[in-house]
């Protein structure tokens, strides 16, 4: 992997993390489980309202995959 891909992918990771701590669509919320890795994020979601998994609580984790050259 190109040191330099690895660099532009972190900042776009870190430009959408950001976005989405600061302003998460209703029903989630977003953390990294590690402070080291921008490439492993975990959200939790919450049921909505109107369906039948109201009152949910649903744990996902979001590998991206490492740019490749």
Known sequence: MASG???VSMKRLKREYGK???GPPAGVSISLP???DLYV???LLSGPVDSVYKGGLF????CVP???S
């Open 66 to 68: 490492y740019p490749v």
């Open 59 to 62: 744990k996902v984790r979001v």
């Open 41 to 43: 994020w975990e959200a």
């Open 34 to 36: 590690s402070d080291t």
């Open 20 to 22: 989405l701590s600061q």
């Open 5 to 7: 891909e690895r660099v």
